[in-house]
């Protein structure tokens, strides 16, 4: 019925890691998480092959900024805003946020924290509030993601994967899945694999930091 193992043992008045395993690996069980498990992947695959999260290539985003704020007029600015978002087909009030310090969410720039569109975003974000879940922004078409960026979605991965002993069998994946999956896709299909190469050795160097809890922050 989709419930995890540990909610199942709430139900069966089982605290103990152990207890819960026990009563939740008979066969019986385990036809049961493998077909959700599977129900879960195809999910996740449909999410990738939809993915939202815009992937800017072309340019860093200090490139952007010392390009925009280094204009000697205001007219130079706004010829620079405008031909940006002609080339990265963004509207120029986008461009303009991704200039605002405030617009870095740790693992990607949001244009948008008032209109999620992550996959369940509905039931985590109320109406008119403001999205927290940074870890969803893989997810997320108000999304972009510069080069700067991608050591900081190496450590997250780095992250989830160090997590898997947290949870109990098929609870990561219900949990983390299409964030682990959608962080990888993102790193396969960036076309600079010298830079991706660079960002898991900056990750697995510790030269970064990046919080371990992400959602609702």
Request: charged share 30%.
């Amino acid at each position: 019925m989709g419930a995890t193992e540990f909610e199942v043992g709430d139900d069966l008045d089982q605290k103990s890691v152990d207890s819960v395993l026990f009563y939740t690996s008979d066969i019986h069980s385990a036809e049961i998480k493998n077909k959700l498990i599977s129900n879960f992947q195809k999910q996740f695959i449909n999410d990738l092959r939809n993915l939202k999260t815009r992937l800017v290539q072309s340019k860093t985003l200090q490139d952007l900024r010392d390009a925009i704020n280094n204009a000697k007029d205001v007219a130079t600015r706004s010829k620079i805003i405008k031909d940006i978002s002609k080339e990265l087909s963004l509207d120029e009030k986008d461009v303009a946020q991704i200039i605002s310090i405030g617009s870095e969410k740790y693992l990607a720039i949001c244009l948008d924290q008032n209109s999620p569109d992550w996959p369940g975003h509905e039931n985590f974000v109320t109406s008119n509030a403001k999205c927290k879940y940074f870890n969803k922004c893989c997810l997320c078409s108000k999304s972009l993601i510069f080069r700067e960026f991608l050591p900081f979605i190496a450590l997250r991965i780095l992250h989830l994967e160090n997590s898997k002993y947290e949870y109990s069998g098929m609870d990561w994946t219900f949990n983390v899945g299409d964030e682990y999956d959608a962080w990888n896709e993102i790193l396969s299909l960036w076309n600079n694999k010298t830079a991706v190469e660079e960002a898991w050795e900056s990750a697995r160097k510790d030269e970064i930091y990046l919080p371990h809890v992400m959602r609702g922050v």
